[in-house]
Nanobody
Framework: QVQLVESGGGSVQAGGSLRLSCVAS????????MTWFRQAPGKEREGVAS??????IYSDSVKGRFTISRDNTKNMAYLQMNNLKPEDTAMYYC?????????????????WGQGTQVTVSS
């Protein structure tokens, strides 16, 4: 049974940094896509960064500030978040196994973690 578990969220001031981690258990081989989404209260879930076959993709809102990385030997994904802004405040989710659609379409993913909260104060 595949399970994703996120960690590393917290509260920081604007301009600060956080590093999120996601461990995927239950896989016999590394998942294709591993993607970070976020969802703020009252807003839709938004794809922020994805990693597939050594290619990293970012949303415009985080490009240049966030960096996604993977360790396929451990089935882990990371999201290094620098220069955080109050608008980055959200629950951050790890998703794996893109079955259909674009990388940033939440409905296309097979597995999800429970999320980790990131709060950025001004």
């Amino acid at each position: 049974q595949v399970q994703l578990v996120e960690s590393g969220g917290g509260s920081v001031q604007a301009g600060g940094s956080l590093r999120l981690s996601c461990v995927a258990s239950g896989y016999t081989s590394a998942p294709n896509f591993m993607t970070w989404f976020r969802q703020a209260p009252g807003k839709e879930r938004e794809g922020v960064a994805s990693s597939y076959s050594g290619i990293n993709i970012y949303s415009d809102s985080v490009k240049g500030r966030f960096t996604i990385s993977r360790d396929n030997t451990k089935n882990m994904a990371y999201l290094q978040m620098n220069n955080l802004k109050p608008e980055d405040t959200a629950m951050y989710y790890c998703a794996a196994d893109l079955l259909r659609g674009d990388w940033n379409a939440a409905a296309g993913y097979n597995y999800w973690g429970q999320g980790t909260q990131v709060t950025v104060s001004s």
